[in-house]
């Protein structure tokens, strides 16, 4: 069943109105006709089932059949951060981490990185916020993973403290037992993950001894080294399965 984002205020009553975008999909790509059911969702993470009632010539009027009670998100907030890559290469990363089930996406520019940023960042954002939108509603999640502005290293820094746990992909001082991926969430009891993998060229030197003199962990992912647009992936499906699938799900 198809599924849409709305605000909250597209609610009035029992009716919902689309908009936009969302009403092109469902009028003319999914050519969905009155008495159709879909799923819509609000960025308060409310559910509901409804029902196609009319079509106007910019809205599409739908009426509430009931409100759904899903369970589809983490229980964790991940946040992914990311030396700074090429477009393909982000918006791939952000569609996959989307259905994944990541909170927020930032891109930073680090040492290595071989895009910088540019005063037309706006519209990648605005685009990258529409493929997160797109992903979120394929996985039938019930919230759209945020895009963050794009930000400096240094600057980068002071954002995480305001993480409970922030976890760094580095594969020269994260293979040690007890900084290992299991070991350090089976330990963890926060909220919030902050998760820093590098560009394509990895971290520089500098870069991680800034990292270090914060609350920042550095972890390893296994004996492989992995690409920069793999790493993110590998991350939340090892976070998905602790929480998900893993002991800590067992009765």
């Known amino acids: 069943m198809q599924r849409y984002f709305i605000q909250t205020n597209a609610i009035q009553g029992s009716k919902i ?30 559910s509901y089932l409804a029902e196609i009632i009319a079509y106007t010539d910019t809205e599409v009027l739908l009426s509430t059949i009931n409100q759904l009670q899903e369970q589809v998100e983490l229980p964790v907030m991940v946040t992914i951060a990311q030396g700074m890559v090429r477009r393909e290469k982000t918006e791939e990363v952000i569609r996959r981490i989307s259905e994944l089930g990541a909170s927020s996406y930032v891109s930073v520019m680090m040492e290595r990185s071989i895009v910088k940023i540019k005063e037309n960042d706006n519209k990648k954002i605005t685009r990258y916020q529409m493929i997160a939108k797109e992903a979120s509603e394929q996985a039938h999640r019930t919230k759209i993973m945020t895009v963050m502005e794009p930000m400096l290293f ?53 870069e991680i001894k800034s990292l270090a003199t914060t609350t920042a962990k550095l972890v390893g992912l296994g004996p492989r080294i992995l690409r920069t647009e793999t790493a993110p992936l590998y991350l939340m499906s090892a976070i998905s399965y602790h929480y998900e699938l893993g002991e800590t799900n067992e009765n």
Do not use: W
Request: aromatic share 8%; net charge positive.
């Open 17 to 46: 109105i689309i908009t936009g975008q969302d009403y092109h999909h469902i009028k003319n790509v999914m050519r969905m006709k009155l008495g159709n059911q879909v799923m819509v969702c609000t960025e308060k993470g409310q």
């Open 154 to 206: 240094t600057d980068f820094l002071h954002q995480i403290k305001q993480y409970d746990l922030c976890l760094v992909a580095y594969e020269e001082q994260g293979r040690a037992n007890d900084r290992s991926l299991p070991r350090v969430l089976k330990g963890f009891t926060g909220k919030t993950i902050l998760i820093v993998i590098g560009p394509e060229g990895g971290f520089g030197a500098s």
